[in-house]
């Protein structure tokens, strides 16, 4: 939608008049750009650091066995604490930026396929592929880290951890089994659904059930 700026001072139809409009116009679309394209790129960051911070953790506990000292155990489970603290307090802030991109896409891409339905325009693919793209996006990321999650756990459960013979050393290694029960990734709106490829055909489900409801009442 354009957004109009008019000076007092100036006619409407004067150039310094449209020259302000376009610079504002410019100004704007640029702020908007960096700070979506800011809050992407360090989404994607603040992620995969995590994720190399737990594929690090599954590669150390895929080795363990017999021989495994008690400094080689604790130096997983203080790898494991760190990164697990990263993701608590990521995931802070991006379960409810994932909130607000969920909404946004969820009327962008009902919209577009609502507007397509009753007549359409090859332009309307454009938004409809924009908003399709950037969930994806969101929630691919977010299966990764899930993924690496589980890998971490199937890492601990495929090592010899069990022909350990210190008692002490096999109740640390319970102790992070225990901690890895539950799913560490992001959710969206504090549900506690986690953010991976199961959780988005339901989102996609519930968009084109809107997109029903939409057709049949208007």
Do not use: R
Not at 8 to 34: A, Y
């Amino acid at each position: 939608m354009p957004i109009y700026a008019q000076v007092s001072l100036t006619n409407s139809d004067s150039l310094s008049s449209h020259v302000l409009n376009l610079g504002f116009m410019v100004t704007w679309m640029v702020f908007v750009v960096v700070a979506v394209d800011g809050l992407d790129s360090l989404y994607v960051l603040v992620t995969y650091h995590c994720i190399g911070k737990l594929a690090v953790c599954s590669h150390l506990a895929s080795n363990i066995n017999q021989h495994t000292d008690e400094q080689y155990i604790l130096k997983l489970i203080k790898k494991h604490l760190d990164v697990l603290d990263l993701i608590k307090v990521s995931a802070k802030f991006y379960n409810k930026l994932n909130s607000v991109q969920l909404c946004v896409s969820f009327g962008a891409i009902a919209t577009s396929m609502y507007n397509m339905k009753l007549n359409f325009e090859i332009l309307l693919i454009v938004p409809l592929s924009a908003a399709l793209i950037q969930l994806f996006f969101y929630f691919y990321v977010g299966h990764q880290l899930s993924s690496m999650n589980a890998q971490l756990q199937h890492s601990i459960y495929g090592s010899k951890w069990y022909e350990i013979k210190s008692i002490s050393l096999k109740k640390k290694i319970l102790f992070m089994l225990m901690m890895m029960q539950h799913d560490k990734g992001y959710s969206v709106m504090g549900l506690k659904t986690i953010m991976n490829f199961e959780s988005f055909s339901d989102v996609m489900k519930q968009v084109y059930g809107f997109l029903n409801f939409l057709l049949n009442v208007m």
